[in-house]
């Protein structure tokens, strides 16, 4: 691991992006998303992913058109990429879905046909907490996950966001794959040649495995806790059916699909955000098992931890990670 002054690496960042051509604009937005996640002890979903985007750049080109409201239903809305970055789309599913929920009070917004990483939920999740929403969000992806009795790749890793509010910014944000494992975590073990945790992956032939390769190759990755895991992403894989996204396919670029659920509890309820605070610091203050000095709720880790590396002024990036980007920038 390098430590690396925080401007330093977003601007490196921002450099190995508009090398490929790519606008400041949308250069900064991918960045800042994945930065976030960096800093946040996100790796998985961090520069690595600078590094991943730039390649898909180079291999299919700069974006020639905005992304575009093809679907406007009033609370129900799904906008066409037209090929730009999975992180800037994702702005404006973000923007749409506040501004319509805050509006009916309920909104669904998708987006379908764009290309690169999305980043992780949690960074999405933030933003519809902060203002005063209630998320679920998800988005299907290639083919990853294979049945819990099956070898062949039928699901995308899947993941799945919810977010509660809460008035003194400790928000309820949980950010999970529906894989036993996330793919972002699988290239960080590439990068850094380690060996993944049993249970996680098999090889082509069905057989367990632990060497990263395997599911970044001809292997798979299995589903999170069985059937339960396998049947959320199943199921996230039919709402992007419905949202114009393919499903069953093997294709990195323009075929997954990504939605945003967002509340307002203030059309039910006054005063949730302040309900929900005292409830989460209740379970914090409550009893840790033995060899824990604190009860922590979903997002509490992730939050603190880019409190402290903001405070802090850098971070820690794997070296070859690191590497890769610089040279990408230079």
């Known amino acids: 691991m390098s430590e690396?002054?925080?401007?330093?690496?977003?601007e490196l960042c921002i450099h190995a992006l508009t090398?490929?051509?790519?606008?400041?604009?949308?250069?900064?937005?991918t960045v800042d998303h994945y930065l976030e996640n960096e800093l946040s002890g996100k790796k998985s979903h961090g520069m690595v992913r600078v590094i991943q985007v730039n390649g898909a750049i180079?291999?299919?080109?700069?974006?020639?058109?905005?992304?575009?409201?093809?679907?406007?239903?009033?609370?129900?809305?799904?906008?066409?990429?037209?090929?730009?970055?999975?992180?800037?789309?994702?702005?404006?599913?973000?923007?749409?879905s506040i501004k319509r929920a805050k509006q009916h009070g309920l909104s669904l917004v998708g987006m379908n046909y764009y290309f690169g990483n999305t980043g992780s939920m949690a960074y999405y999740l933030r933003r519809l907490a902060e203002e005063n929403l209630i998320g679920v969000m998800s988005c299907n992806s290639e083919c990853m996950v294979a049945a819990p009795t099956g070898k062949e790749r039928l699901l995308g890793t899947n993941p799945i966001g919810l977010c509660i509010p809460s008035e003194d910014g400790n928000h309820f944000i949980a950010d999970f794959a529906t894989s036993a494992i996330a793919y972002g975590k699988v290239l960080v073990a590439l990068d850094k040649d380690e060996a993944l945790p049993k249970g996680c992956i098999i090889d082509k032939d069905g057989n367990p495995s632990t060497n990263p390769k395997d599911a970044e190759s001809d292997g798979a990755i299995l589903p999170l806790a069985d059937y339960r895991g396998f049947a959320l992403g199943l199921f996230v894989e039919m709402i992007g059916l419905m949202i114009?996204?393919?499903?069953?396919?093997n294709?990195?670029?323009?075929?997954?699909?990504?939605?945003?659920?967002?509340?307002?509890?203030?059309?039910?309820?006054?005063?949730?955000?302040?309900?929900?605070?005292?409830?989460?610091?209740h379970m914090r203050e409550s009893a840790p098992a033995p060899g824990h000095d604190h009860v922590s709720i979903p997002g509490d880790r992730s939050l603190q931890t880019l409190k402290e590396t903001l405070e802090r002024g850098a971070v820690d990036v794997a070296d070859r990670t690191l590497e890769k980007i610089k040279e990408l920038a230079t």
């Open 4 to 10: 690396i002054k925080i401007d330093d690496l977003k």
């Open 19 to 29: 090398k490929t051509g790519l606008s400041d604009e949308h250069a900064r937005l």
């Open 58 to 96: 180079k291999k299919i080109g700069i974006p020639e058109k905005p992304p575009e409201i093809t679907t406007d239903n009033g609370n129900i809305a799904v906008i066409n990429g037209q090929m730009n970055l999975g992180p800037v789309v994702g702005k404006m599913v973000v923007d749409e």
């Open 244 to 249: 114009g996204a393919e499903v069953l396919h």
């Open 251 to 281: 294709d990195t670029y323009g075929k997954d699909g990504l939605f945003i659920i967002a509340i307002d509890p203030s059309k039910l309820s006054a005063g949730y955000a302040a309900q929900v605070a005292t409830i989460l610091n």
